[in-house]
C-alpha cells in the first residue's frame, strides 16, 4: 500500500478514536443536550468522509475495501451541506453501530506493509 494512501487511513482511524473517546460513557441525552459533543463528533466525521473521499480518488482499490465506502462519504456530505438536516438519533446510531467496524477495517489495512518509494502496489 502507498504511503499517501496509508496518511489518509491514519487520518480515519484517528478520527474514529476520537469520537469513540469524545462519546465514551455518554448517552443519547447527553449527546443531544452537548453542543460541544455533538460539534467535536460531526467534525471527526467529516474528516473521516473527507479522508475516505480523498483516498477514492487516489487509490480506489484500497477504498473499495472499506464497507459502505459511498454511504461514509455521502454521510460527510450532509454532515457539511446539509447542516441543518442532520438528525442527532442517526449520527448516533452511527457512532454506536457502524463507527466500530470502520474502525477495525481501517486498522487492518494500516496493518499491511507499506510500498517502498519508487514501487507501485504489491502483486
Not at 484517528?14 to 460541544?36: E, H, N, P, W
Not at 468522509?49 to 487509490?59: M, W
Not at 454511504?71 to 454532515?79: D, E, M, P
Request: hydrophobic share 40%.
Amino acid at each position: 500500500m502507498r504511503l499517501d494512501s496509508k496518511k489518509l487511513l491514519e487520518d480515519m482511524r484517528q478520527g474514529a478514536r476520537l469520537i469513540l473517546d469524545f462519546t465514551a460513557g455518554k448517552s443519547f441525552d447527553d449527546y443531544t443536550s452537548d453542543s460541544l459533543l455533538r460539534s467535536g463528533v460531526q467534525r471527526q466525521f467529516e474528516i473521516i468522509g473527507e479522508a475516505l473521499n480523498r483516498l477514492s480518488r487516489s487509490d480506489p482499490e484500497t477504498a473499495s475495501r472499506v464497507t459502505a465506502r459511498r454511504q461514509i462519504i455521502s454521510f460527510r456530505n450532509v454532515l457539511i451541506h446539509g447542516y441543518d438536516i442532520v438528525d442527532a438519533a442517526v449520527v448516533w446510531d452511527v457512532v454506536r453501530e457502524k463507527l466500530p467496524l470502520l474502525l477495525d477495517e481501517v486498522c487492518a489495512l494500516l496493518a499491511e506493509p507499506t510500498d517502498p518509494p519508487g514501487r507501485g502496489p504489491r502483486p
